[in-house]
């Protein structure tokens, strides 16, 4: 009975995370700060600054490559250098790439008194974010979820202020130094690219964005991705006027030089919000490396997904987003004392990581990956097999597992330590019998970073 009375009290779900700041470590060259959701294709970070949200959109396998010394790879042309490293210049350099980013925006919500509070539902893989002048005459609350059982996100807006609210929402994407093209525009009420309506007239329409990566046409290599939004429902919206948005930003260089100055490309589309007015926003991201898409259709499968949805359908697709991870995390719990409340945090996000990073026959995840959110990311994020992989819960693997959720071999181990030296504190190898399991992910608590476990010395 007492062992009985002990499964009683174990947590089967993750606990909340709250923030009472917009995340100060977003966008990040490693791990941002942001509520990160996704479903093993498509990756969100919610982060944002005074009166703003942003959701950098990611895909699991979008990577283009470039060129350097310290690659994780041999050299394309030449006889260059082999492992261990790769020191001549003309060395590939797997680089992982965002997507995009969607900002919503209002000028009433940036003044001094503004408030930025948000709340990352582990259990439910959601995020929701309440803005705020400092007084009841302006507010936004914004939800995202990034569905489990389908390639759509689903945004909600609300105005939750007495007020009329004026906004932006703003879709672009980072041309970044590799000169990778971008290319936008709107998208009309059936879920097709249309020209943006003139101000004042028309429905609030959604954006579409294409990226390319590897313009050298590198064969195989070469990649596109897109992202689509579509308007499923807005009460109260008075439109403003689209137009091309484009920006200069600067990033942090992968290797701590920088700052790197790039241009940011796309749609910015302006509206007013009636009090208590709400909208219901659609996307979908694709890439030409999902399984049957040809290298000019991502854009294609992105409109198609989000022209097949209705908002009267988002209930039972929030439904089904609600079943996939109730019964996920109903594969176990645990449930520490109170003084260990960090490693209890810990376990359950990555726990929560492993099931909205990856999926049974997708692709391998990388060091960030599906949450980048700079084309700068450390270590250029190594989408490569060469990355080193954490441990893994066993009841949490997916149905089939991928190839990388299997402990490591010895080889490999021992392989990882003479190449990659990772981390070069923590990671000690002597031998290839050595078994060595390194656990690593993101902070278990909003903007407070665990200690890193070290490896087991060798012997």
Known sequence: MRFLAALAVINAAPPPAFYSTWPR???SATWPDGPFLGNGVTGVVVGGGPGSVVLYFGLSGFWS??????????PLRGPGSAFPGCPAPNCMITVGLTLATVEVSSSALASKTATWNATFDLAGASATVDLTDGSPAYGLRLNVLVSATTQLTILELVNIGTQPLPFNVTTAGNGNTLDVPITGGCVGGSGAAAPCPPAGGGALPGHWLTKAADPRGAGALHITAALASRVLACAGCQVGASAPYEATVNHTAWDGGGPVATRT??????ALLAPRGGATIALSAASSRDPGVAPDDPLVVALRAVAATTAGAVPALKAAHSAWWSAYFGKSGVSLDPAAADVEAFWWTAVY???????????????WSPWRTTDYSSWRSNP???????????????????????????????????????PPTTLRCCSPTTTLLQT????????????????????
Request: charged share 20%; hydrophobic share 35%.
């Open 384 to 422: 490569t097999m060469e990355s080193v992989k954490w441990a893994r819960p066993e009841a949490h693997r997916a149905p089939r597992p991928l190839s990388h959720a299997r402990p490591p071999s010895a080889a490999t181990i021992s392989r990882h330590c003479t190449l990659a030296r990772w």
């Open 440 to 459: 690593r992910w993101p902070p278990a608590v909003p903007q407070r970073r665990p200690r890193r476990l070290a490896a087991p010395a060798c012997t």
């Open 265 to 270: 490309r796309g749609t910015a589309t302006a």
């Open 25 to 27: 470590g977003t966008p």
């Open 65 to 74: 490559t470039g060129y350097g010394a310290n690659s994780s790879m041999p």
């Open 353 to 367: 990581a492993l099931g909205a990073g990856s999926r049974a026959g997708g692709v391998t995840m990388d060091l």
